[in-house]
């Protein structure tokens, strides 16, 4: 409850953030008591046991999971899905995102990575679009395809730095065909894809991501769970942070 009075209920990252700065400044291996604002309302202070903050725990082997991410833009907005609040980013909001090989590492030069990426494509599409909705994605590039020269351009590979060490970036697009049940046929602009690795507790993972521009007359069905967002107003939902960097990217063009 103290914890929510203390929330700015507009600007929740600003907070958070706040908090962990003062914790690193004031909470560290030699905490600074004597000079907290807030030690009054301390409960390890009143203990006595400041100086065993915070309880070390026993370091955990992280899983690696490969995920694929679709950033589907229609009319200067942006599709958006609510996490469940148990599991991987609990609660928080994402782009459409998909397991490429299941609950395990999945790498680039792994058998079928490809053939794992392009179905975990599809299988977004109807996710996140209408289970009737068609596309033929033969037009999209796996990262492995790109590093190999298999693009139109092989040189705009740059390296970008994130919260966890560096990204891969890729630039350009291509063009595929979409079809919604009612038969309406439309043209989409898929990206090359843009690559981060992030650490989050027991996970360790590799997301690929890819932005969907999509027509603005073509008609798209809103699932329960997702939500079309204002790209101006991305920065007011709850993202985990290689999602940011991932909006960050793409959508500061668009």
């Known amino acids: 409850d103290l914890a929510k009075k203390m929330l700015i209920p507009h600007d929740p990252r600003t907070s958070n953030q706040a908090v962990m700065e003062f914790g690193a400044l004031v909470c560290s291996k030699k905490p600074g008591c004597v000079l907290c604002p807030v030690k009054n309302y301390c409960l390890a202070l009143y203990l006595g046991v400041q100086a065993e903050r915070p309880v070390k725990v026993s370091l955990r082997r992280r899983e690696s999971i490969t995920v694929l991410s679709l950033l589907f833009v229609r009319k200067r907005r942006v599709l958006l899905k609510k996490m469940p609040e148990k599991g991987l980013w609990p609660g928080l909001w994402i782009f459409p995102s998909r397991e490429v090989c299941g609950m395990r590492a999945c790498e680039p030069s792994s058998e079928n990575f490809q053939e794992n990426m392009r ?29 190999h020269g298999k693009a139109e351009q092989t040189d705009l590979m740059t390296n970008v730095q994130n919260q966890n060490g560096k990204g891969q970036e890729y630039s350009d697009s291509r063009k595929m065909s979409m079809e919604n049940p009612a038969g309406k046929k439309a043209d989409c602009t898929i990206s090359f894809p843009f690559s981060l690795v992030h650490s989050y507790t027991k996970w360790r993972v590799t997301l690929y991501s890819y932005l969907v521009s999509i027509e603005e007359d073509f008609e798209c069905e809103e699932k329960k769970g997702y939500s079309w967002i204002s790209i101006k107003d991305v920065d007011m939902f709850a993202l985990p942070s290689p999602y940011r960097t991932i909006a960050e990217h793409f959508l500061k063009e668009v």
């Open 119 to 147: 179905k975990a494509c599809r299988e977004l599409f109807g996710e996140s679009l209408g289970k009737d909705m068609v596309c033929d994605i033969s037009a999209m590039l796996t990262p492995d395809e790109y590093v």
